[in-house]
């Protein structure tokens, strides 16, 4: 997970590879749409998205295409 930007023809070039041997660059860069109230919002983004790559089970924000009581329901299983 990238987190320095911006990012230089040298990340570059490394992402690139190392994406070619199959590794997932996931940049540290949070989305808005969900309208966050706080910088724990943003980084509780991140750390879902990370968790929800990873295969891990977690209840802080909802998956893609879930409503927030699905996340709940998922975790809990």
Same mark, same amino acid.
């Given at each position: #997970?990238?987190r320095?930007?911006? +990012?230089?023809?040298?990340? *570059?070039?490394? #992402? *690139?590879? *190392?994406?070619r #041997?199959?590794?997932? /660059?996931?940049? @540290? =860069?949070?989305?808005f749409?969900h309208?966050?109230? =706080?910088?724990?919002? *943003?980084v509780d +983004? /991140?750390? @879902?998205?990370l %968790? $929800?790559?990873l295969g /891990? @089970?977690?209840? %802080? #924000?909802?998956?893609?295409?879930? @409503?927030? =009581?699905? =996340?709940?329901?998922?975790?809990? $299983?």
């Amino acid at each position: #997970m990238p987190r320095e930007a911006p +990012f230089s023809e040298v990340h *570059l070039e490394n #992402m *690139l590879k *190392l994406t070619r #041997m199959g590794a997932v /660059i996931m940049p @540290a =860069s949070p989305g808005f749409y969900h309208k966050p109230d =706080s910088v724990q919002d *943003l980084v509780d +983004f /991140i750390v @879902a998205r990370l %968790l $929800d790559h990873l295969g /891990i @089970a977690q209840d %802080l #924000m909802p998956r893609w295409g879930e @409503a927030r =009581s699905e =996340s709940k329901r998922n975790s809990q $299983d």
